[in-house]
């Protein structure tokens, strides 16, 4: 037997979620068994511990969209037993039990090894947001970026925190945006050079085209805040997208697209093919400044994840939360 982080549903329809053992037995079908060792906390991770948000459709549940640890047991070629092994994705924690659990069952096509460099504690303190970050980073590489500052929207979150460590070790000026002022000694720490309070972009104006000033940005609020920087984008510039924290619309104009040839790039980070996985985690650990990611450390066991749970779909938490399933 083992601990696993359950979500139940009621028959009043409420759900709940509580620490519980369970056995190999009841882990769903998959070619390889995980000893977990560690995970961590997504928005969406918030929203299957809460009130499922429409992504858990059947109860009882594990969530948990990321985790990393040893493999167990394995009837699948490529992993063999003491393999280190990383997962995000692939709908994991929502449609299929995930890593809040000290096992997990899962299918060997959705694993990547975890790359020399990067042990399990920090892979999860990178997490879907890190990865998403890292993503990010190399989609406005790959179509070039320019001189200036690189602009990075919901700076003190998950990808925003990532993003910002990344950028600055690879010689990038970096503009953090934050709605909140006392993340701004935690942001220069990262590598930010420039503080912009999300105020001053958070409206949207009728000019649909402003003073140039982002040589790139990754964006993780869109809505307005979306709509009002692409018309201050540098010439050719891009827009990586990579989350919708301030709405799904996009009040914009196709203006900032046709006369300065904008790129608004879509950051998927779910159904991600494995070649680019390999490619984004590799970058992660030599990219990735070791001493930054261990100053955006909070540390949780499987007990602190209900309030976490609450506090993330609040924007309460701050950097990356890593999760040691066995304590």
Not at 7 to 34: F, N
Not at 116 to 140: I, N, P, Q, S
């Amino acid at each position: 037997m083992f601990n696993a982080l359950i979500v139940d549903k009621g028959e009043d329809g409420k759900t709940s979620a509580q620490v519980k053992q369970i056995g190999l037995d009841d882990l769903p079908e998959g070619e390889v068994t995980v000893a977990v060792d560690y995970s961590t906390v997504n928005y969406k991770d918030g929203l299957c511990i809460g009130p499922g948000g429409g992504l858990v459709r059947n109860y009882p549940h594990v969530p948990g969209i990321d985790f990393a640890g040893t493999v167990e047991a394995s009837s699948d070629d490529r992993y063999a037993v003491g393999d280190k092994v990383v997962l995000t994705g692939w709908r994991v924690g929502e449609a299929h039990w995930g890593g809040y659990a000290q096992k997990a069952r899962i299918k060997a096509d959705w694993l990547v090894p975890l790359p020399d460099g990067l042990d399990a504690r920090r892979a999860m303190a990178v997490g879907t947001a890190g990865f998403t970050a890292m993503l990010a980073v190399m989609a406005l590489e790959d179509h070039g970026i320019k001189d200036g500052p690189v602009l990075v929207t919901g700076a003190s979150g998950g990808v925003g925190s990532v993003a910002t460590a990344i950028l600055s070790n690879l010689g990038y000026p970096v503009a953090a945006v934050t709605g909140r002022p006392e993340s701004a000694d935690y942001l220069r720490e990262l590598g930010a050079t420039e503080i912009v309070a999300r105020t001053d972009l958070n409206e949207t104006v009728k000019r649909p085209l402003e003073g140039e000033r982002w040589g790139g940005c990754i964006d993780a609020v869109g809505g307005d805040m979306l709509a009002r920087l692409l018309g201050q984008m540098q010439y050719g510039a891009s827009v990586a997208a990579v989350g919708l924290a301030g709405g799904a619309g996009l009040p914009a104009t196709v203006i900032p697209f046709l006369l300065r040839g904008v790129n608004l790039l879509g950051i998927d980070s779910v159904m991600q093919p494995f070649e680019n996985r390999q490619r984004a985690w590799g970058r992660i650990a030599t990219d990735l400044p070791m001493d930054k990611l261990d100053a955006m450390i909070q540390p949780a066991t499987l007990s602190d994840l209900p309030e976490l749970g609450a506090d993330i779909l609040k924007g309460q938490v701050r950097g990356r939360v890593v999760v040691d399933v066995n304590h």
